[in-house]
Nanobody
Framework: QVQLVESGGGSVQSGGSLRLSCAAS????????IGWFRQVPGKEREGVAC????????YYADSAKGRFTISRDNAKNTVYLQMDNLKPEDRAAYYC?????????????????????WGQGTPVMVSS
């Protein structure tokens, strides 16, 4: 059974940093696309960054490029999202999702449609 548990959210000032963790159990290689998605009320959940835990390939949304880093520690079955230089517009609930790959590239897979498993979410609040 797949289970995703996020941690690391919190409140920071603009320019600060947070590291989110997603402990993934039961994922195996079937659901090897692990991504971080975020959602604010009234808006669609959007992919922020995704990683293929088998080959390490990554994708970042434009809003995350240069500020966020996604990584994995397969020994710990954990995927991380290091978020630096946080901005007020990064404020959202952040969710970890796991899906089977439908495409060759991680970018095409980094969408909330088709995510098979979700974590419970962790809040990120950024004050200006």
């Amino acid at each position: 059974q797949v289970q995703l548990v996020e941690s690391g959210g919190g409140s920071v000032q603009s320019g600060g940093s947070l590291r989110l963790s997603c402990a993934a159990s039961g994922v195996g290689l079937d659901y090897r696309i692990i991504g971080w998605f975020r959602q604010v009320p009234g808006k669609e959940r959007e992919g922020v960054a995704c990683i293929n835990i088998k080959d390490g390939s990554t994708y970042y949304a434009d809003s995350a490029k240069g500020r966020f880093t996604i990584s994995r520690d397969n020994a710990k079955n954990t995927v991380y999202l290091q978020m630096d230089n946080l901005k007020p517009e990064d404020r959202a609930a952040y969710y970890c999702g796991a899906k089977a790959p439908d495409f060759i590239d991680v970018q095409s897979d980094c969408v909330y449609n088709g995510v098979a498993y979700w974590g419970q979410g962790t809040p990120v609040m950024v004050s200006s």
